[in-house]
């Protein structure tokens, strides 16, 4: 597959207003449709092909095990949601599991197609919403997002409801996010990211919106209470929480992530969960 050229774009603006769910999910496939070239030649390098890395800060399921052991993945179905170009479902299946790589942006599906061309470890790819997952209840063992879809998504509680259907009893869902504390601080990688800016409360959405009004971007935030409150809600069990530290290794920045903002902040939350 050739990485295509961008259209000139105008400039959106950048506010915050509310955002429902409808506006958001189609603001958010164009977006992705259209960045995915983009973020793929941005980030690929760092994400690897067929890697599972949770987070900016690089924290690997290898090292982190939150899914379980390696050896407890053989045989699982897993659902990976969000997954971009699925490069944490290619280090699944080359553990033996079967995953299911969903997400709403066609272009990040055709990356994965892209990078899956002639490996041995295919596996199923579907275009679809996190908050209407097209499987039959009971269909996973498993599933993760590696700052898939839960960002973006207006009603958090739909998308754990409907995890919660899709997965087996017992079954564990690991998810990870911006760390809720970011949204107080400019999203910035150098010292102005350092100085609270906006309310830490303040739950209005992050919006990009083009010259008519209508957004073609849009974040949602939660307070960390808020999250617990939402998975709670949606059927699920608390495990762990995990704030990955910014490790020495690591000196690339992404985004508003850098080494000075990750010695002295929370940048990600990963999210540990089990159903009855
Ligand atoms: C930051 S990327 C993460 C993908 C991958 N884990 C990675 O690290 O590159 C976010 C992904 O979530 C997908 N996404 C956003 N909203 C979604 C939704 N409502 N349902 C499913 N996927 C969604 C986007 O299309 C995008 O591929």
Same mark, same amino acid.
């Given at each position: 597959?050739?990485? +295509?050229? +961008?259209?000139?774009?105008?400039?959106?603006?950048?506010?915050?207003?509310?955002?429902?769910?409808?506006?958001?999910?189609?603001?958010?496939?164009?977006?992705?449709?259209?960045?995915?070239?983009? %973020?793929?030649?941005?980030?690929?390098? !760092?994400?690897?092909?067929? $890697?599972?890395?949770?987070?900016?800060?690089? /924290? @690997?399921?290898?090292?982190?095990?939150?899914?379980?052991?390696?050896?407890?993945?053989?045989?699982?179905?897993?659902?990976?949601?969000?997954?971009?170009?699925? &490069?944490?479902? $290619?280090?699944?299946?080359?553990?033996?599991?079967?995953?299911?790589?969903?997400?709403?942006?066609?272009? &990040? /599906? +055709?990356?994965? #197609?892209?990078? *899956?061309?002639? $490996?041995?470890?295919?596996?199923? /790819?579907? +275009?679809?919403?996190?908050?209407?997952?097209?499987?039959?209840?009971?269909?996973?063992?498993?599933?993760?997002?590696? %700052?898939?879809?839960?960002?973006?998504?207006?009603?958090?509680?739909?998308?754990?409801?409907?995890?919660?259907?899709?997965?087996?009893?017992?079954?564990?869902?690991?998810?990870?996010?911006?760390?809720?504390? $970011?949204?107080?601080?400019?999203?910035?990688?150098?010292?102005?990211? #350092?100085?609270?800016?906006?309310? %830490? !409360?303040?739950?209005?959405?992050?919006?990009? &919106?083009?010259?008519?009004?209508?957004?073609? %971007?849009?974040?949602?935030?939660?307070? /960390?209470? @808020?999250?617990?409150?939402?998975?709670?809600? *949606?059927?699920?069990? #608390?495990?762990?929480?995990?704030?990955?530290?910014?490790?020495?290794?690591?000196?690339?920045?992404?985004?508003?992530?850098?080494?000075?903002?990750?010695? #002295?902040?929370?940048?990600?939350?990963?999210?540990?969960?089990?159903? @009855?």
């Amino acid at each position: 597959m050739m990485i +295509q050229e +961008q259209e000139p774009q105008a400039e959106p603006e950048a506010t915050r207003r509310d955002s429902d769910g409808t506006e958001s999910s189609r603001a958010n496939r164009g977006w992705w449709d259209r960045n995915a070239d983009d %973020y793929q030649i941005e980030h690929g390098t !760092f994400l690897g092909d067929d $890697r599972f890395v949770w987070c900016p800060e690089g /924290l @690997d399921e290898v090292e982190a095990g939150l899914l379980g052991s390696q050896e407890s993945l053989k045989g699982r179905d897993v659902l990976e949601i969000g997954a971009g170009a699925a &490069q944490c479902s $290619r280090w699944l299946a080359a553990q033996g599991a079967r995953p299911v790589a969903l997400d709403l942006s066609h272009r &990040q /599906l +055709q990356h994965a #197609l892209r990078i *899956g061309e002639g $490996r041995s470890t295919a596996f199923p /790819l579907v +275009q679809a919403d996190a908050g209407a997952l097209p499987f039959a209840d009971g269909s996973f063992d498993l599933a993760c997002s590696a %700052y898939g879809a839960v960002p973006f998504v207006a009603e958090p509680v739909r998308v754990f409801r409907e995890v919660r259907r899709v997965l087996r009893p017992g079954g564990r869902w690991v998810f990870s996010v911006t760390h809720p504390v $970011r949204w107080a601080f400019p999203d910035e990688p150098g010292p102005e990211g #350092l100085t609270a800016a906006a309310s %830490y !409360f303040d739950r209005t959405p992050y919006v990009e &919106q083009d010259e008519r009004g209508r957004a073609v %971007y849009v974040e949602h935030h939660r307070t /960390l209470g @808020d999250r617990v409150r939402d998975l709670v809600a *949606g059927g699920f069990r #608390l495990v762990d929480l995990v704030e990955p530290e910014w490790p020495a290794w690591n000196t690339q920045e992404w985004g508003g992530w850098s080494p000075l903002r990750g010695t #002295l902040l929370p940048g990600t939350a990963i999210f540990v969960c089990e159903r @009855d």
